[in-house]
Nanobody
Framework: QLQLVESGGGLVQPGGSLRLSCTAS????????IGWFRQAPGKEREGVSC?????????NYADSVKGRFTISRDDAKNTVYLQMNSLKPEDTAVYYC????????????????????WGQGTQVTVSS
């Protein structure tokens, strides 16, 4: 059974940091592009960041998080991370990771289209 599990969410004060993890089971992530998405109450799901396959080695970020968030992957742990620094109240949302089987593709896209496997989400709340 193919599964993605997010973890690392929580409550943090503005300016703080969190690191989200997305761990796969039932498949290895090396040939998958991984995206992070978020959805706030009453809003549409939006792309946050993505990382291409291990061979591709590229990343992409939404303008709203550039310079604050960093995506990375650890293939030995079959996990992708999203390091979030300088968090703002507007970053509050449920964060989801998703996987797109894309062998030989060197780029990734920060749009939900094309991502076939999704995790259940983890809540991030930025508030004082």
């Amino acid at each position: 059974q193919l599964q993605l599990v997010e973890s690392g969410g929580g409550l943090v004060q503005p300016g703080g940091s969190l690191r989200l993890s997305c761990t796969a089971s039932g498949f290895t992530l090396t040939a998958y592009a991984i995206g992070w998405f978020r959805q706030a109450p009453g809003k549409e799901r939006e792309g946050v960041s993505c990382i291409s396959t291990t061979a591709g080695g590229s990343t992409n970020y939404a303008d709203s998080v550039k310079g604050r968030f960093t995506i990375s992957r650890d293939d030995a742990k079959n996990t992708v991370y999203l390091q979030m620094n300088s968090l703002k109240p507007e970053d509050t949302a449920v964060y989801y990771c998703a996987a797109d089987f894309a062998p030989g593709v060197s780029v990734c896209y920060v749009t939900p289209t094309g991502y076939h496997y999704w995790g259940q989400g983890t809540q991030v709340t930025v508030s004082s």
